[in-house]
């Protein structure tokens, strides 16, 4: 018997979006049974309260494992009956697989960031020596451990940027081990720090040590015992742990948290005590002096953040008689209570305040996105940082002696991208953007605002695909969150971006056969046609506007042995578009056009020619009708578009797509200069109304070479065969049709 083994790309996905009235009833198996127990009742002040399912808090217990077991099945049996599961996990694991990387932090000869290269479960460490060296790895997390479960918790720097150390968590746990690595070498040094706990290191300005904060050793239960008595201590490079110096510990309150460092000048020691999740009191002395700390800042009423020792006054961040918080600073010789520097502003909330290159950076957020402000440290506003985008900011600043800073700009559409701010000229320049699987240019966020019940108004972001109509006819995902003064600000989810997408290519390879007969493949889906390919057959199945949600039969023949498979599409609306009516066309146009074009649907299929993703035939601009929306005209709903018509900047160059050989390049009466490619497989790019043409039929072109001059408007399509396609994850893929070829 002839064999030959058939393999599909999954489905590109289109979006999650109820757009068929359709839908799917899955029996779920049935929920196991779970014990009440009546005899546990708590009395509370009088009050009787029973809690028959206490017994599931003990997650040591077997009966709680096989509860959770039998809750496992049912979900899991659930899942894996979800016909478009398998399609909507390879998507989302496209979208997550791209590399990650952080905003650089110079440190002493080196810049350093993490970086994630896809999907790793951490982040590693990596540094270069100027911004457009290549980088090398410094430290992975990923291998601090055989089963990868050890998590990198923080990471500081000496001052002069010898010495980095790491704190590591194992298995989950809040308990860190902290390890000192030379820099110069990349060794691990004898440094190790054992029981730490809500702390990692912090420097000493000498760059010989630093302070943390850490619990005695338990005696038992190591992961479950309670801890007391938190204490802050110093360690001197290249001594052991138990010759550490004790700076502060307070045993009449046990359950207090410390953290202690040394200002930049080596003149002063600070002490940040807190009690839980807000509220704090600060303590110091002199750095040269075995004194006792004195309270700087009572607590524990309102938050105080220290931003920096200048001249011998404290910068803080404070909520004190502010309660959207102000800059202030005291006297450390002469304390006799806040100054303000940057006052409480009306509407606006201070989060935070970070020191850089001989100014304060204020970052403000305003309406659920950040503002970052340039200060000088007696509170005079210096220069505004416009970020790129509608977005949040996590961090901004960098030490005294440097002149730049790096930041993440989080977006809803885009994934976090670095920009360098240059201090002295104030310019702001992208020096890195992320390379995802999907054109982020095709996405758009806009602020709105709604008035509550109780007359405040609500900042609300809308996220969507560029033209698409926003009259409440369009299926919405709607998310909000309210409570401990958290903010939803702006930030990147894949999720969002599958939901938002449309249209899909199935990529179809059969190998392993033997002689020379051509497969044929039968789908309603569209004309199939298989060409060679090095391993055996290659085709590409259309998953149009127009298709049916739902599985869909493809049936591969190979010398009369039959196999079937299913395709999944989901669900999808492209929604709407206001468009002018269009002059009728003459039936001389008409029929020239049908005999120039439609021939081509039906062709032959070339062999494959085109090489990694395809691009846009044009640079700038702007999305006049889109794949597959629905054409309004005067208020009425017409046609469907299976092109999309761009708005082009006249005398631009019109780009081939991708590799191939142009099959029509004339003038034709309905659709203007006109250029056809064939790519292969199939697959044809058609490209109306140019202000003239540079290539004639016959002709190869490559991938980037002008085929003519734009004018006002540009129409493409794309088909394979004669189905039409959605561009947009042509662009958008690293493989052109899918995004998991690369060749």
Known sequence: MRRFVW??????????????????????????????????????????????????????????????????????????????RQAIY????????????????????????????????????WRKRSLTAQGELFLDPNTLSADGTTALVDVSFSDDGR???????????????????????????????EWVKFSGATWAPDSEGFYYSAYDAPKANVYSSKNECQKVYYHRLGTAQADDILIYGDPE??????????????????????EGTSGSEVLFRPADKEEPFRTLLAGFANDYAPVECR???????????????????????????????????????????????????????????NKIYKYDYEGNRQAD?????????????????????????????????????????????????????????????????????????????????????????????????????????????????L??????????????????????????????????????????????????????????????????????????????????????????????FRNAVWGLYEAPAREKMWQGGFVNPVESYTTLVDYGQVRVVNGRQSSRSNSTKLYTIPGEPCRATANGVVVLAAELALTGNTVVIDHGCGMRSYLYGLQTLSVSAGQTVEKGQAVGVLGEELTMDFKLGSKSVNPWMLFQTSGGLFWKENS
């Open 499 to 592: 939901f938002m997408e449309q249209g899909g290519v199935v990529g179809l390879r059969i190998s392993g056969m033997t002689g020379d007969a051509a497969p044929t493949v039968e789908t309603d889906l569209g004309n199939v046609q298989c060409v060679r390919a090095p391993d055996g057959w290659r085709a590409y199945i259309p998953a149009a506007y127009n298709a049916s949600s739902g599985g869909h039969e493809v049936n591969i023949t190979v010398n009369g042995e039959t196999i079937t498979r299913s395709i999944i599409v989901l669900p999808k609306d492209f929604g709407t578009v206001d468009v002018e009516p269009e002059p009728d066309a003459s039936d001389a146009a008409n029929t020239q």
């Open 311 to 369: 001249d011998d006054k404290l910068y803080v961040v404070t909520n004190d008689s502010a309660a959207n918080y102000r800059l202030a600073r005291i006297d450390l010789l002469e304390p006799r209570g806040l100054e303000t520097v940057i006052a409480e502003h009306p509407d606006d909330l201070l989060e935070a305040v970070a020191p850089g290159g001989g100014y304060l950076w204020v970052k403000y957020l305003r309406n659920a996105q």
């Open 385 to 497: 940082v416009p970020p790129p985008a509608i977005g949040s900011v996590p961090s901004f600043g960098c030490k005294d002696r440097e002149q730049e800073i790096f930041f993440s700009l989080n977006t809803f559409t885009a994934p976090p991208t670095v920009y360098r701010y240059d201090i002295p000229t104030g310019r702001t320049t992208c020096y890195h953007t992320p390379q995802v699987a999907y054109d982020a240019a095709q996405y758009t966020t806009e602020q709105l605002f709604f008035e509550s019940s109780d007359g405040e108004h609500v900042p609300m972001f809308v996220s969507h695909r560029r033209g698409l109509r926003l009259d409440g006819s369009n299926p919405c995902y709607l998310y909000g969150y309210g409570g401990f003064q958290i903010n939803i600000t702006p930030a990147f989810k894949p999720e969002h971006i």
């Open 253 to 274: 309150h046990p359950l207090r948290y410390f953290s202690g460092w040394e200002s930049d000048d080596g003149r002063w020691l600070f002490v940040l005590a807190s």
């Open 163 to 193: 010495w980095c150390a790491y704190a590591a968590a194992e298995a989950g746990s809040d308990w860190v081990r902290i390890h000192v690595v030379d820099t110069a070498t990349g060794q691990l040094t004898q440094d190790v720090i």
């Open 7 to 84: 393999t599909a790309a999954t489905l590109a996905v289109v979006a999650l979006m109820p757009g068929c009235n359709r839908k799917m009833k899955i029996s779920h198996l049935p929920y196991p049974d779970t014990r009440r127990d009546t005899t546990v009742v708590d009395d509370y002040h009088g009050t009787r309260v029973a809690d028959p399912y206490r017994w599931l808090e003990d997650d040591n217990s077997a009966e709680t494992a096989a509860w959770v077991e039998a809750e496992n099945a049912v979900t899991r049996d659930y899942l894996d009956r979800l016909p478009a």
């Open 90 to 125: 390879d998507r989302l694991t496209a979208l997550y697989d791209y590399p990650k990387e952080g905003a650089p932090e110079r440190h002493g000869d080196y810049y350093y960031y993490f970086l994630n290269d896809g999907l790793q479960n951490q982040s590693a460490l």
